[in-house]
Structure formats: C-alpha cells, structure tokens
C-alpha cells in the first residue's frame, strides 16, 4: 500500500522553479514529521528539508537555505517543497519521508517512491 505519493518533478533550466507535492495517507500525515531528502546518481541520498506535525518548526539543510520553502497543508494531507532559483547540481530523484521524529532522519519510517528533478545549465 502505497502510503506516499509525490509528483510534480520534471525538467527545468537553472534559474528555475519546481514545486513538489507530496500526498499521505491522514493517518501518516496527523502523526509525523515530513520531509523531503535527494539522491543524484552515484551519490547518497541526503537530507533536504524537514517540517514538524504541527508546522511550526522547519528545518533546511545549508545548500537549499533561501532557495527552497516546505509548506504543509493539512486538511488535504499534503506538504510542497517549492524550489526556486535551481541549479544542476539540484538535479536528483527527490523523496519524500514521514517519521515520528523531526527533523525526519535518514532512517525515515515512510518513504515515497520518488520524484525525478533535472535541471539543465
């Protein structure tokens, strides 16, 4: 059962932006952080951008600080990663994460399956 569903990934240039929408079961959404974590090929995955269950608390990782903005809307379970003023070295598969713990840890309960961000120099 797929409890995680992100989309809105695709191909962009630098300079850019995406938002990315990540949809949970209420269940996962009511009791748990969210977060968004990025793997570029042949590298590891990494952490993003965490957001608590309640919203008020955020939490970004240095290379994503003032370009990327997590929002939660919660009456339809959701959270965005709006990303601006991306650069190729954005470019990965974005995942999206749930886990009782915030900041979301890399050994997140809930995963999604991924979304694809490509952008061109």
């Known amino acids: 059962q797929v409890q995680l569903v992100e989309s809105g990934g695709g191909l962009v240039q630098a300079g850019g932006s995406l938002r990315l929408s990540c949809a949970a079961s209420e269940r996962i959404f009511s009791s748990n952080a969210m977060g968004w974590f990025r793997q570029a090929p042949g590298k590891e995955r990494e952490f993003v951008v965490s957001i608590s269950r309640g919203g008020g608390g955020r939490f970004y990782a240095d290379s994503v600080k003032g370009r990327f903005t997590i929002s939660r809307a919660n009456l339809i379970n959701t959270i965005y990663l709006q990303m601006n003023n991306l650069i190729p070295e954005d470019t990965a598969v974005y995942y999206c994460?749930?886990?009782?713990?915030?900041?979301?840890?890399?050994?997140?309960?809930?995963w999604g399956q991924g979304t694809q961000v490509t952008v061109s120099s």
């Open positions: 994460a749930a886990d009782p713990t915030y900041p979301v840890p890399h050994t997140a309960a809930y």
